[in-house]
């Protein structure tokens, strides 16, 4: 079994949360391994940049009040988890009062309420933050294994990619190369920069 092409199927081709239709990605739903369909979710990018991020678009998240009835219980996880992310809105805190899962559900949906509080929170080589989305700078000349080039100093990386189990890596594009970044060796741009 393709576990991608069921997913596809399984979601429509559209984002299980929010039923958005383009840059549709298979998430693995935290503790699971995503080696069965039913551990994992098609997400937007839009939602996944969100989830993984700080910044949250309260009204884009209204979606979570039809994809918390879904019957599929990676999506009620998810759901459940987001709702919590948005406890301080009043539509949110209804929601949760209203969502019914099986106990089993349940615990996992709780399993990751918990383990956001030693979430995994990236750092620059001087301590900014990083979020999904952002621009970085090398701060050295980087031989890139593989590719076959070096990463110059001071060469951006737009759009970074967050790797969510290792708060040492980044993912971008260099050169047009999809490559992976160590954190201590590069700066985060500012907007006035």
Known sequence: ??????????????????????????????PKSGEKLEEQIAICNTCLTQ?????L?????RCLNDSMWNTEPAIQVVSYRMLHRLNDESWAQDAINMIYMEPDTMEWA???IENEL????????????LENGDTITLIQDLSVKGAGFTAKRGAAMRRIRLVHDN????EGKIDGQDIVLLTKYVK??????
């Open 1 to 30: 079994m393709n576990i991608s092409r069921e997913l596809n199927k399984r979601s429509d081709a559209k984002c299980e949360l929010c039923g958005n239709e383009e840059n549709l990605l298979s998430y693995i739903v935290f």
């Open 51 to 55: 989830m993984e991020g700080n910044n």
């Open 57 to 61: 678009d309260k009204n884009h998240w």
């Open 110 to 112: 709780q399993e990751g």
């Open 118 to 129: 030693e979430k995994i929170i990236h750092k620059d080589s001087n301590g900014n933050i």
């Open 167 to 170: 708060p040492e890596h980044i």
């Open 188 to 193: 985060k741009q500012t907007k006035g920069s």
